[in-house]
């Protein structure tokens, strides 16, 4: 069972990639209910705060006819000190069959090794998040019919962000281009830099970040207003006005209006943002069927 844990992107094939994406959309375009060959006991275990994620995981599992748990981790035993192996093992041996998993520690899983059902990686500290990288990907596969040679700037704080981590290494893989923009002291790598200005006329795809200041200590928050932020490092609609004609808005959410984006933008006819969080429900439905070895 455990070749089913979805943990990073480089767990993926891309056989296996173009798979997850294509049973995503047949979710999208199923007549008809599609359920698992047994109502498996699943938990979410989000040990930090989550929309999109965790409520589309929820639905996901409902939907594909699960039996899920979804407790309240801050008042579970590992405020008492238990490991978080301690805990997951826990399920397991309660007869719990997966579990999801949300994390603020960077690779919390290295230590789930002993961890023997599946385990879906939701997101950990500024490390990796499978799933927005695959439903980013289906959005862009939606638009573009394809990933090869798309240009993609990921602009914001990119040092903090588990999304811009994954998404570089996979849509690099995939055969795109790769630029990361935004405040340069959050990037540590000069080959990758372009100037926003520069990024938001030559991409594709302009996929903007938010600050994560959960995960940013006092003293390296930068010393400016909101509405400076816009100005100097965020989408403002002098921005917008010199994207490609084609070219469109991502942010994998949730948005500070008028702090990485222009509020005007978010729903704007270019942007994707929504779609991208109903692609989560399919995609994370196809990461599901894949975790319990389904078959449609
Ligand atoms: N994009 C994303 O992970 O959003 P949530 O934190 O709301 O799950």
Redesign the pocket.
Known sequence: MTKHRLLIMNDLSVEEIHGLLQDADAFSNLKRDWQLDKAYLVANLFF???????YSFVSAEHGLGLKVVDPNMAVSSTVKGETLYDTVKTFEMVGYEGVVI?HPQDYYFKELDGINIPIIN??DGCGN?PS?CLLDMLTIYQEFGHLDGLKLAIIGDIKHSR?ARSNYDTFMRMGCEVKFSGPDFWIDDSQKYMPIDEAVAWADIVMMLRIQKERIPASEMPNMSDEEYLTKDGLTLKRYQKMQQHAIIMH???VNRGVEIADELVECERSRIFKQMHN?LLVRKAIIKRAFGGKF
């Not at 930090?48 to 965790?54: A, L």
């Open positions: 930090e705060p989550s929309t999109r994620t965790h949300r939701a997101g998040h927005q999304v994998p959410a949730p989560g």
